[in-house]
C-alpha cells in the first residue's frame, strides 16, 4: 500500500498536478452521526432537552415516520434516551439531566411556558399582564400559569398578585451554567465513542465549534452546551 501511495505522489508531481495531503484513515466502524438528518436530529435535541417527537418532527420540516426511524437508530447507538412524560416521550441527550430536570425542560419546551417564562424574566407581571403581552386570553393561560407554578418555576408571593420566576427555574440555570466544562466533556466522548475523532476548534459564549470525522473529509459541526431556554434566562 505505502508503494502505491509513493507511485501515485510521484505520478502527480511528474504531470504537474499538486500532490494529495496525507489523511489518516478513518477507523473502522460505521458513525451513526455520519448522516446529516442524524446530525440534526442529535444537535437539535442537545439544543432542546425534553423536545417530544412530534415536536421535532415540525421543527426540523422531517416527516414523521422517517425521523422515528432516525430517532430510533440513534437510540440503539446510546446518542438519544427517550422517557415518557406525560402524555409524549421526552427526547434527551445521555447525562444531559437528571429526571426532575428533564421533566421541567420538557415543560418549557412547550412555546406558550417558554413565552410565559421570558415575559417574567425581565420584571414581575400579574395574570393579565402576561395575558396582554402575549395577546393570549388570560383563561388560555391558566392551565400554564398553574403548572409551571406546582413544579416551581414560576412563583407568588401570597401579598400580591404578580407571578416571577421561581427558584426552580432559578436552580435549573445554575445547574447548567455552572457544569459547562463537564457537558463539553461529556459531549466529546459521546461524539469519540460514535468514531468521529472530535476536536474543538472555536467557542461562541456557549456555543462550540467541533471538527469531527466525515466520509471523505473532515465536517464542522456547531453544538449547543447550554439549552435555548436556559441561555435565555442567563442572559
Same mark, same amino acid.
Request: proline share 3%; aromatic share 0%.
Given at each position: 500500500m505505502a508503494g502505491k501511495a509513493s507511485l501515485g505522489s510521484a505520478f502527480r508531481r511528474a504531470v504537474g498536478e499538486p500532490v494529495l495531503p496525507h489523511g489518516d484513515p478513518r477507523p473502522p466502524g460505521v458513525s451513526v452521526l455520519l448522516n446529516e438528518r442524524r446530525r440534526r436530529v442529535f444537535l437539535t435535541v442537545l439544543d432542546r432537552p425534553g423536545i417530544h417527537?412530534?415536536? %421535532?418532527?415540525?421543527? %426540523?420540516d422531517v416527516p414523521l415516520q422517517s425521523l422515528s426511524w432516525h430517532v430510533e437508530i440513534l437510540k440503539r447507538a446510546g446518542l438519544v434516551h427517550s422517557l415518557r412524560i406525560g402524555k409524549f416521550a421526552a427526547l434527551s441527550v445521555p447525562g444531559q439531566a437528571e429526571l426532575e430536570? *428533564?421533566?421541567? *425542560? $420538557? %415543560? %418549557?419546551d412547550i412555546v406558550k411556558n417558554a413565552a410565559i417564562i421570558k415575559v417574567l424574566k425581565s420584571r414581575a407581571r400579574s395574570r393579565s399582564q402576561v395575558s396582554g403581552d402575549l395577546r393570549i386570553y388570560p383563561q388560555a393561560l391558566d392551565p400554564s400559569l398553574r403548572v409551571l407554578f406546582t413544579r416551581g418555576l414560576i412563583t407568588r408571593d401570597p401579598t400580591r398578585i404578580e407571578f416571577e420566576i421561581g427558584p426552580r427555574m432559578r436552580e435549573i440555570v445554575d445547574e447548567f451554567i455552572g457544569?459547562?466544562?463537564? /457537558?463539553? $466533556?461529556a459531549l466529546l466522548d459521546l461524539l469519540s465513542r460514535d468514531g468521529l475523532q472530535p476536536a474543538i476548534t472555536g467557542r461562541d459564549g456557549m456555543k462550540l465549534e467541533i471538527e469531527v470525522n466525515g466520509t471523505r473529509k473532515r *465536517? /464542522?459541526?456547531? $453544538?449547543?452546551?447550554?439549552?435555548?431556554v436556559i441561555r435565555v434566562l442567563a442572559k
Open positions: 417527537l412530534r415536536e %421535532l418532527s415540525r421543527s %426540523l430536570t *428533564l421533566r421541567d *425542560l $420538557a %415543560l %418549557l457544569s459547562i466544562a463537564e /457537558r463539553e $466533556a *465536517l /464542522r459541526i456547531h $453544538a449547543q452546551i447550554v439549552p435555548h
